[in-house]
């Protein structure tokens, strides 16, 4: 039974993820910082959800993955990100789903966004005269700052809401009145 409530539950993170990155994506001035240097994905707040259940990190991933699939149909991302970013995702939440500490659940998010997709962003976009290190740290810098507004500023107050009414491993617990 907990197997697959566990897999219900991914499977709605997943496709919160999903309708969280695209449907802003649908706003025309706003897709670009969904992408970009600078991204600023409302969905990126779930990423505290491995702190109370394990198994979401592959909600999350299996949602980047679809998110990042659509970006690419929709010309705001390359077929390359449909991987790396993913991958970063999925490592994020597993390392997340690890710590104890409140207040750093959303640093792997973070830092790994930061240093790995400011490394392929660095990549893809030399920027002329610059060497690739600093390119990498500017865009890592860009990324990081992104994420930490969304996971702090977003994501914080969803895991203390979450806490709040309940939630754990196994979902919404029922609390009985006294």
């Known amino acids: 039974m907990k197997k697959t409530s566990n897999l219900a539950y991914s499977g709605i993170i997943g496709a919160l993820y999903i309708l969280f990155t695209i449907g802003p994506a649908l706003i025309p001035s706003v897709g670009p910082f969904l992408y970009g240097n600078i991204q600023f994905r409302i969905s990126e707040a779930l990423c505290v959800l491995p702190f109370f259940m394990p198994s979401s990190a592959w909600g999350l991933f ?5 998110a990042n699939f659509i970006g690419t149909t929709m010309g705001l991302t390359m077929p390359i990100d449909i991987i790396v970013g993913s991958l970063t995702t999925l490592a994020a939440a597993l390392i997340t789903s690890k710590i104890r500490i409140r207040w750093l659940v959303p ?4 830092v790994l966004n930061g240093v790995v997709i400011g490394m392929m962003l660095a990549y893809l976009f030399p920027v002329g005269g610059m060497p690739f290190t600093s ?3 500017l865009f890592g810098a860009q990324v990081a700052y992104g994420e930490l507004v969304v996971c ?3 994501g914080m107050p969803l895991l203390f809401l979450l806490e709040k009414r309940g939630f754990s491993e196994n979902g919404f617990a029922h ?3 006294k």
């Open 62 to 66: 299996i949602g980047c993955m679809g």
């Open 135 to 137: 390119t990498w740290l």
């Open 152 to 154: 702090y500023f977003l």
């Open 175 to 177: 609390q009985t009145q």
């Open 107 to 110: 640093l792997p998010t973070v």
